[in-house]
């Protein structure tokens, strides 16, 4: 069975400093990895996605997330965080024909 | 505009009573999911469908039930079985179930209390 850790549930941040999110997931199989964000009170939003070809990956608003297979890891980073980057980020696994498999979530909250 | 729709957003029940959930998509998709997000848990699947007339359980199913007689249409049931019923629910959507490079999209969300 597939299964995703984030490794902190809270990551408090000032702004326009660096972060990174952690996320570890398990997997016999290959598997294709995403970011989502989650605003307050809302649905969840696709950051990005690795699907194959370049390990690093980035999405529109400035954040990227790199692919390490001998560490099974998707870590997200982002240079410098904006108060707008609060949310909440989940990392997903998709390893074939099955629903996502979500981590638990991670909070970041920047702080003016 | 392309999308998926959840009513209502908030959603008050006495406990005992079921109360349908629902959820529309007008993206063509093929896979629909239902999702409960509670604090600190993340995300878990209760059913999944990927193609009409058809349905899955998840990890969470018990106290829930659903259908999926339209493409574009998958209500969720929450049942008086269901014992902790107040929490978070997401419908998503995907284009293609089978794939799994497919992007998943969701709706906005429905919060439920049960009183």
């Known amino acids: 069975a597939q299964s995703v850790t984030q490794l902190d549930s809270q990551v408090p941040v000032f702004e326009e400093a660096p972060v990174e999110l952690r996320c570890n997931y398990s997997?016999?199989?290959?598997?294709?990895l995403f970011w989502y964000v989650q605003y307050p009170n809302q649905g969840l939003q696709l950051l990005l996605k690795?699907?194959?070809?370049?390990?690093l990956v980035k999405s529109i608003n400035g954040f990227e997330a790199e692919f390490n297979k001998s560490q099974t890891s998707f870590h997200l980073r982002k240079p410098s965080v904006h108060i707008s980057d609060t949310a909440e980020y989940f990392c997903a696994v998709s390893p074939g024909n099955t629903p996502l498999v979500f981590g638990k979530g991670t909070r970041l909250s920047v702080i003016a | 505009d392309g999308g998926i729709t959840q009513s209502p957003k908030y959603l008050f029940r006495k406990e005992g009573q079921n109360v349908t959930l629902s959820c529309e998509q007008n993206?063509?998709?093929?896979?629909m999911y239902w999702y409960r997000q509670d604090p600190g848990q993340g995300l878990r699947l209760i059913y999944y469908s990927q193609i009409v007339n058809d349905f899955q359980k998840g990890d969470i199913a018990e106290g829930y039930s659903v259908s999926r007689e339209k493409k574009e249409s998958f209500p969720l049931t929450v049942t008086s079985a269901q014992k902790n019923p107040t929490a978070f629910y997401l419908c998503a959507s995907r284009s293609r179930g089978a794939l799994s490079t497919d992007t998943q999209y969701f709706g906005p969300g429905t919060r439920l209390t049960v009183l």
């Open positions: 690795y699907l194959s070809g370049s390990t």
């Open positions: 993206l063509n998709h093929d896979a």
């Open positions: 997997s016999s199989v290959s598997v294709y």
